[in-house]
């Protein structure tokens, strides 16, 4: 029994490959969570903005707008605040930090601002909801309608039977107490007990919502306010298409455009993809060519092979490859001449004459004379000289293997 032969390399073909395929595979790994990530994060967490499902957020509203049909997105881009654009905005304001990021807020588009009412603990085991909640000091509130350019200032009232206003009388609950605004500044929308509950402020362009427990989720599990929710966005929507934006830049779920995201997204997916596959072939043709440095070879070869090479390739330089046919056919006409003994003194047509009584090609079923009449002239272009060529070289070797049998 022969000995298995021995490699020079020490891993196979296969170890080699399921370790470039780790290695790929890892990288890509990296690369989507170095991109993703953020996007990865559970956004669920307690807190008075539009993915919080704890009392005080408001995905309760988002879900309930979605199950009516309403056209509703979560935005976190901070170009949302900056620029002006086709839908209602709605944004619910933290306690803190709310204020500075509305400096460069643009006001064109139709905003409902929602202040804040209750100071939320989270719970430490469930970060998910809150633990507890209390009553927001009226001072801080006000100190918040300052920042923000509205001459206003909160009150608390006991929750009236109903409340009036440009969509109708009705009779929302919220919890407690009603959070109001006293203004004479602000043209009042709905009214509750000569209290202010929904106004639009001329100065800054925007509708401002003192109590947000009609919106948030503990509110909204009461129908009346619910009802109160809904009438309010058909009041500031001017058309059935027009969408509902919850900004959730405000409470620090910003999300920013980085280089890795932008390459997987349209219009830059086409060019990655590109590169990708680029990269793929370099690899591929780096494998390929793995081996031993090729030796540099003569500039110009020696031998019969490489005389014939550097004719042919003067010939091509000169384009005169399809005037080849004449010369080619009187060729191999003098060498089955030469092959079957004809005597020299034959005369082109009876020479003809003999050659077709030699036989067909056995694929074409063609005479001599019938390849004659191709290559008389000059081809009409190289595959057509190639075609004619090889079935004339064809047919010589037919006759002449056949002549060889028959003299054995």
Same mark, same amino acid.
């Given at each position: +029994?022969?000995?298995?032969?021995?490699?020079?390399?020490?891993?196979?073909?296969?170890?080699?490959?399921?370790?470039?395929?780790?290695?790929?595979?890892?990288?890509?790994?990296? +690369?989507?969570?170095?991109?993703?990530?953020?996007?990865?994060?559970?956004?669920?967490?307690?807190?008075?903005?539009?993915?919080?499902?704890?009392?005080?957020?408001?995905?309760?509203?988002?879900?309930?707008?979605?199950?009516?049909?309403?056209?509703?997105?979560?935005?976190?881009?901070?170009?949302?605040?900056?620029?002006?654009?086709?839908? &209602?905005?709605?944004?619910?304001?933290?306690?803190?930090?709310?204020?500075?990021?509305?400096?460069?807020?643009?006001?064109?588009?139709?905003?409902?601002?929602?202040?804040?009412?209750?100071?939320?603990?989270?719970?430490?085991?469930?970060?998910?909801?809150?633990?507890?909640?209390?009553?927001?000091?009226?001072?801080?509130?006000?100190?918040?309608?300052?920042?923000?350019?509205?001459?206003?200032? *909160?009150?608390?009232?006991?929750?009236?039977?109903?409340?009036?206003?440009?969509?109708?009388?009705?009779?929302?609950?919220?919890?407690?107490?009603?959070?109001?605004?006293?203004?004479?500044?602000?043209?009042?929308?709905?009214?509750?007990?000569?209290?202010?509950?929904?106004?639009?402020?001329?100065?800054?362009?925007?509708?401002?919502?003192?109590?947000?427990?009609?919106?948030?989720?503990?509110?909204?599990?009461?129908?009346?306010?619910?009802?109160?929710?809904?009438?309010?966005?058909?009041?500031?929507?001017?058309?059935?298409?027009?969408?509902?934006?919850?900004?959730?830049?405000?409470?620090?779920?910003?999300?920013?455009?980085?280089?890795?995201?932008?390459?997987?997204?349209?219009?830059?997916?086409?060019?990655?993809?590109?590169?990708? +596959?680029?990269?793929?072939?370099?690899?591929?043709?780096?494998?390929?060519?793995?081996?031993?440095?090729?030796?540099?070879?003569?500039? *110009?070869?020696?031998?019969?092979?490489?005389?014939?090479?550097?004719?042919?390739?003067?010939?091509?330089?000169?384009?005169?490859?399809?005037?080849?046919?004449?010369?080619?056919?009187?060729?191999?006409?003098?060498?089955?001449?030469?092959? *079957?003994?004809?005597?020299?003194?034959?005369?082109?047509?009876?020479?003809?004459?003999?050659?077709?009584?030699?036989?067909?090609?056995?694929?074409?079923?063609?005479?001599?004379?019938?390849?004659?009449?191709?290559?008389?002239?000059?081809?009409?272009?190289?595959?057509? &000289?190639?075609?004619?060529?090889?079935?004339?070289?064809?047919?010589?070797?037919?006759? *002449?293997?056949?002549?060889?049998?028959?003299?054995?």
């Amino acid at each position: +029994m022969s000995p298995r032969p021995q490699s020079d390399s020490p891993f196979s073909a296969k170890v080699v490959g399921i370790l470039v395929a780790v290695a790929l595979f890892s990288f890509g790994a990296i +690369m989507v969570l170095a991109g993703w990530a953020p996007e990865l994060r559970d956004k669920d967490v307690a807190g008075s903005h539009p993915y919080s499902t704890s009392a005080l957020g408001y995905q309760g509203f988002v879900r309930l707008l979605e199950a009516q049909g309403y056209p509703v997105e979560i935005s976190r881009l901070e170009r949302t605040l900056e620029e002006s654009d086709w839908g &209602l905005l709605i944004l619910t304001l933290p306690l803190w930090g709310g204020n500075d990021a509305l400096e460069d807020f643009d006001s064109s588009r139709t905003t409902l601002l929602v202040l804040p009412k209750w100071d939320g603990i989270p719970d430490a085991l469930d970060r998910t909801k809150q633990h507890d909640t209390r009553f927001k000091n009226a001072r801080v509130l006000n100190d918040l309608l300052d920042d923000l350019n509205l001459d206003a200032t *909160i009150g608390r009232i006991e929750v009236p039977a109903t409340v009036d206003g440009a969509f109708g009388t009705l009779s929302p609950k919220p919890d407690v107490k009603m959070q109001v605004l006293d203004s004479e500044a602000l043209d009042p929308i709905v009214t509750a007990d000569e209290h202010i509950l929904l106004a639009y402020a001329p100065d800054a362009g925007i509708y401002v919502l003192s109590d947000p427990d009609l919106i948030n989720t503990f509110g909204l599990s009461e129908f009346d306010n619910a009802e109160f929710a809904v009438k309010m966005v058909d009041f500031m929507r001017y058309d059935a298409d027009e969408p509902i934006i919850f900004d959730a830049t405000l409470h620090g779920f910003v999300r920013s455009e980085n280089l890795l995201q932008m390459m997987f997204d349209i219009p830059f997916i086409g060019a990655t993809l590109t590169a990708l +596959m680029a990269a793929l072939l370099l690899g591929w043709a780096a494998l390929v060519r793995f081996g031993p440095p090729v030796q540099e070879a003569r500039a *110009i070869a020696l031998g019969k092979q490489a005389l014939a090479d550097n004719s042919a390739g003067l010939i091509t330089m000169a384009r005169r490859e399809t005037r080849l046919a004449p010369r080619y056919l009187d060729l191999i006409r003098r060498r089955v001449q030469r092959d *079957i003994g004809a005597p020299k003194s034959l005369t082109g047509d009876q020479l003809a004459a003999l050659l077709d009584r030699l036989g067909e090609d056995e694929i074409s079923g063609k005479r001599f004379t019938d390849f004659a009449a191709g290559l008389n002239g000059p081809a009409d272009n190289r595959d057509d &000289l190639m075609n004619k060529t090889r079935e004339l070289f064809r047919w010589r070797q037919g006759i *002449i293997g056949r002549s060889m049998n028959e003299r054995k």
